[in-house]
Nanobody, 119 residues
Framework: QVQLGESGGGLVQAGGSLRLSCAAS????????MGWYRQAPGKQRELVAL???????NYADSVKGRFTISRDNAKNTVYLQMNSLKPEDTAVYYC?????????????WGQGTQVTVSS
């Protein structure tokens, strides 16, 4: 199985920055895509950003130009640098990975880390 451990959430004022980290561990043969989703109270979980094994990226329109996703393949770790944060960025942020193990390909999620942006 694959475990995703997130860190870096917290409380920040509008205009501030936070950096999220997520490390994947377990019996991993290969990771294709890693990324971040978020879920605000009363809303559905939504895509924030994805990064593929070839380093191509995909961002939600709402975070383009403010958030940057990066990846350290040697450490199976993905990062999300969040700048110019807005109150509407407040949500629980979930790490995601599509990984190959001895049981085949699977989709894995972290426990979530709270990001709160005050106005």
């Amino acid at each position: 199985q694959v475990q995703l451990g997130e860190s870096g959430g917290g409380l920040v004022q509008a205009g501030g920055s936070l950096r999220l980290s997520c490390a994947a561990s377990g019996s991993i043969f290969k990771i294709n895509v890693m990324g971040w989703y978020r879920q605000a109270p009363g809303k559905q979980r939504e895509l924030v950003a994805l990064i593929y094994s070839g380093t191509s990226t995909n961002y939600a329109d709402s975070v383009k130009g403010r958030f940057t996703i990066s990846r350290d393949n040697a450490k199976n770790t993905v990062y999300l640098q969040m700048n110019s944060l807005k109150p509407e960025d407040t949500a629980v942020y979930y790490c995601y990975a599509a990984a190959l193990t001895g049981q085949g390909w699977g989709n894995y999620w972290g426990q979530g880390t709270q990001v709160t942006v005050s106005s």
